[in-house]
């Protein structure tokens, strides 16, 4: 039969439930179950594409198209696999499909109400994806913090579905705070008393108690917790902070996590095979010096936001055997003076919308061409430096983006064609895996291995504009590669440099750290060249 493992939060947010979720498929994956994992998100939203970065961080863009929770890049980095837009539940999705079948008269006139008709669309939506593919295992993560209002369908709908599963196929994981009272020097665990006490008042037993802090539990308040909680003893766990977040499942299965799951689950106990994740984070270990790298952003108050970008230059820093000692500068402090890029050994422009803070982003685009600092520009970062290329070699000093500047005379950046009649924000950007064909074969064909083409995710709706390519690659700044059906320049690769390369789709979302992008691995080595 299937299995489902539920994970829930309690005390406080941001605990590490989808590290903690990500951690349990890698462990269940490396004994050789086809694992999957799916991410309940409580807010009304229909998806992740609207919110502000500085509120919800990163969104992620699955291959698809779909624009999700930052957690789903935690789950395809530790699992290896690509997720998909039924991989993220938002409540906005869960009560439209509810409404809209209200409407046709689907339910034949009965009162629609929370119980039974938003739990049944929530249950299907777990059975969509385990029961329409070849996985052993769904690990669901339950958003939010029990004793939410959100959450509360969530964690009915979980309840029920045990009660339909039966014994032996459901586990709840629940993931809890133990505080550290330096004080008195005592781990407390009353909060976790009272979490549980909230789950259980709605029914929810929880099967498995991970113990988070500053500090590793001991017996005295694994018995406590145990007695107060009805958890048995051996199956609560600490984790406590690591330095790593790819440690985590390490942490856990030296702790005994696989065969706790085992015996709830009523599977045949196994071996986990880690050895490839015990060499990659041996190799992290290993590097040797550092280089510094400018990352020139709009959303540096909360790195959250370059969530995804972060783990792929942690991945090809493994790779290239080198430290990455990350200096995050706010685009805007470079509208005035670059002074704090130099002695960096590269610079970085991610994504990013909206005009604030872009003319620092020209000014770090011009600073690494001129300065010979390997540059690499990702979607809006290589809009910058083709504007900044239009503007400074080419002398149109009115050069822009129609998104920024809609009165310039040169819009080297123009939005699509497909994007002007558009009136709806969410979900209407070009997103998702498009093909990118390699015109020319300049040094990024060689980065990806030679390959005539590649699939890359996209979220933007400004393009290079065509009617410029020819006086830009004129000039020394080559599209080398393009999404041949619509003729859009897809990457820029400037040559006698160093590195230069800007692309219009988001590498990182396909970066894994046992399999580091290509892109982010050159970039990282060129870096260690200079």
Known sequence: ????????????????????????????????????????????????????????????????????????????????????????????????????????????????????????????????????????????????????????????????????????????????????????????????????????????????????????????????????TNVREENIFSLSNADLIYKVPLILEREGISCTLSRILHLREREPKLFDWQEMIKKGMERKGTVKLAIVGKYIKLQDAYLSLNEAIRHSSFEAGVNVDIQWIESELLEDSTASLKGVNGILVPGGFGKRGIEGMISAA????????????????MQVAVIEFAKNVLKWKDAHSAEFMPQTTHPVIDLMEEQKNITDKGGTMRLGAYKCDFIKKLSVYKFYGNKPYVFERHRHRYELNNGYREQIEDKGLKIVGEYTEKHLGEIVEMREHPFFVGVQFHPEFKSRPLSPHPLFTAFVRAMKST
Do not use: W
């Open 1 to 228: 039969m299937k299995k489902y493992i539920f994970v829930t939060g309690g005390v406080m947010s941001s605990l590490g439930k989808g590290i903690t979720s990500a951690s349990l498929g890698r462990i269940l994956k490396s004994e050789g179950y086809k694992v999957t994992i799916l991410k309940f998100d409580p807010y009304l939203n229909i998806d992740a594409g609207s919110q502000n970065p500085f509120q919800h961080g990163e969104v992620f863009v699955t291959e698809d198209g779909a624009e999700t929770d930052l957690d789903l890049g935690h789950y395809e980095r530790f699992l290896d696999e690509n997720l998909f837009q039924e991989n993220n539940v938002t409540s906005g999705q869960v009560y439209q499909t509810v409404i809209q079948k209200e409407r046709r008269g689907d339910y034949l006139g009965s009162t629609v109400q929370i119980i039974p008709h938003i739990t049944a669309e929530i249950k299907r939506r777990i059975r969509i994806v385990s029961e329409n593919s070849d996985k052993d295992i769904t690990i669901v993560e339950v958003g939010g913090t029990v004793g939410d209002i959100e959450s509360l369908p969530f964690l009915e709908s979980i309840r029920e579905f045990k009660m339909e599963e039966g014994e032996g196929n459901v586990a709840f994981v629940h993931l809890t705070y133990i505080p550290y009272l330096k004080m008195t020097g005592e781990l407390k665990t009353k909060p976790t008393q009272h979490s549980v006490g909230e789950l259980r008042k709605i029914g929810i037993q929880p099967d498995i108690i991970i113990a988070r802090g500053e500090r590793d539990i001991g017996k005295e308040e694994k018995k406590k917790i145990a007695l107060f």
């Open 366 to 381: 011009q600073f690494a061409r001129e300065n010979k600092i390997p540059y690499f520009g990702i979607c809006l970062g």
